[in-house]
Each structure stands twice: as C-alpha cells, then as structure tokens.
C-alpha cells in the first residue's frame, strides 16, 4: 500500500480508538479527506484505499478534479463560500460546509430550487469572533435560525467550525464542546434535527470525535503538508 493509503488507514484506526474512548459507534463519524492542492493522482490513491468522500475549498481547482475523476466519489465543499459561484458549487457537491450568512442560505435555497437540488449545508459558527473568518456568531445565529429553517429546499444538517489555531489539541476542546452545546441549544429553539458537527482538522480530529464531531476534515495528516495557504481557505 502505497503513503496515502498507509496514512488513511492510520487515521481511520485513531478514529475508532477515540470512539472507543467515549463510547461512540465509529460509523456516526464521517472522515473527509481533504485534497485540495494535492492533484488527481493522490485522490486516486486514497480511493484505491477505500476513501470516497473529499473535501475541496476552491471551486476553480475542484472543478477540473471532480470532472477527471471516477463519479462515485462524494464531494464536500469546505470553502468560503462565493454568491456568484453558488449556481456551479451546487451540482458538483453533496455538501456545503461554510454557509455563513442569512443572506447566502436564503440565496442557495433559491438556487437548489432553480437546479431541482437538495443540497445539504453546515452553518459556519464564528465561535472566537476572529475578522480573518466568516461564520454566523452564536448570537445571530440564535435570531436567525427561525429563518433558516423556513427554507425547504436545502438541508441544514449541522454545524461548522474553525476554532482558533492551537499547538496543543487539548486547546481546541472548549470549543468543540461549545459547538456541540450550541447545537443542543439551537435544537430545542428551533426543532430543527441538526443532527451534525463538522468539527476537527489533522492536528485536533480525535479531540473532536470525543467531543462529538460527525464529520472530521482532514487534509495534510493524510496527503502531506500542503506548500501554501491558498485563496479562498477558511483558516
Ligand atoms: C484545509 C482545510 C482543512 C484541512 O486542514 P488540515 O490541517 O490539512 O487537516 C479542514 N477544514 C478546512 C475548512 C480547510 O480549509
């Protein structure tokens, strides 16, 4: 097997072991592998090992991979979120993950209705109030959600997360619990289901599945370190 193949199959072990930890099935928690900047050849390595669902935060890069690519591999959009990109992220991705605002939920519930799609999208929490990201803060999000759940044709599954960048995993655990109380919290307000947490990257996934992570996104810990930041990344 070859690097990629090794690396998955080591993070999908400290995956179950986590779940192990507090209890959990490792079925409820989805591993994303997160491939942007790393070229076709990698993602076909990682589906050879079993991997099926990728995580890209570019439209302008993903497109072309998604093209040449096998279609049964699910797509995940992980990026910031562009109005005028809405129309051709929508077709190509089962998920989106970084809904951010009132006003682009109720345009991409417009847009799906448009293309016939149900598209399935976390809201991005702002938790820290960070400028550099986007993402609905607590408060907005507990005004707005009524709104939110009026719109039919998207799915609003959960909710999203980039804590602040920590050197220690044990550091991003508050925050992972306040996403998952926020939810509780947002469940009962609105009786959505919200059944989902995206929340974790390579550095913090297994703090993220004890705390109750569904969805973990993990890029460098399974294809290598990545050359650069890149437009349109949310960290
Ligand atoms: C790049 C990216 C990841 C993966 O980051 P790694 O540290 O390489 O695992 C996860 N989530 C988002 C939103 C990203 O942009």
């Not at 942007?36 to 079993?50: C, N, Q, R, S, V």
């Not at 890069?61 to 591999?73: N, S």
Request: glycine content about 8%; hydrophobic content about 45%.
């Amino acid at each position: 097997m070859g690097e990629v193949g090794k690396q998955l199959q080591e993070i999908r072990e400290r995956i179950a072991a986590a779940c192990e930890r507090v209890q959990r099935d490792p079925a409820e928690v989805e591993l994303i592998a997160v491939s942007k900047t790393f070229p076709e050849a990698a993602i076909l390595a990682a589906a050879g090992a079993g991997q099926r669902v990728f995580g890209e935060s570019r439209l302008q890069e993903a497109a072309p991979k998604i093209e040449a690519l096998p279609d049964h591999l699910i797509w995940h959009f992980i990026g910031r979120v562009q109005k005028n990109k809405v129309r051709k992220i929508l077709p190509l991705f089962e998920t989106v993950h970084a809904v951010d605002s009132l006003k682009l939920a109720v345009y991409m519930d417009g847009v799906a209705k448009d293309l016939g799609l149900k598209p399935k999208i976390f809201l991005q929490v702002n938790q820290a109030g960070e400028e550099s990201k986007g993402g609905f803060s607590p408060e907005s999000l507990r005004e707005e959600l009524a709104e939110i759940a009026e719109l039919k044709q998207i799915q609003v599954v959960g909710l999203m997360s980039i804590p602040p960048a920590v050197e220690d995993p044990e550091g991003s655990r508050h925050w992972f619990a306040a996403l998952r109380e926020l939810r509780t919290e947002l469940q009962q307000r609105s009786g959505l289901a919200l059944p989902d947490l995206s929340m974790g990257m390579s550095g913090d996934f297994e703090v993220a599945v004890e705390e109750g992570a569904t969805h973990v996104r993990v890029g460098s810990a399974i294809f290598g370190k990545r050359e650069a930041k890149i437009p349109g990344e949310l960290e």
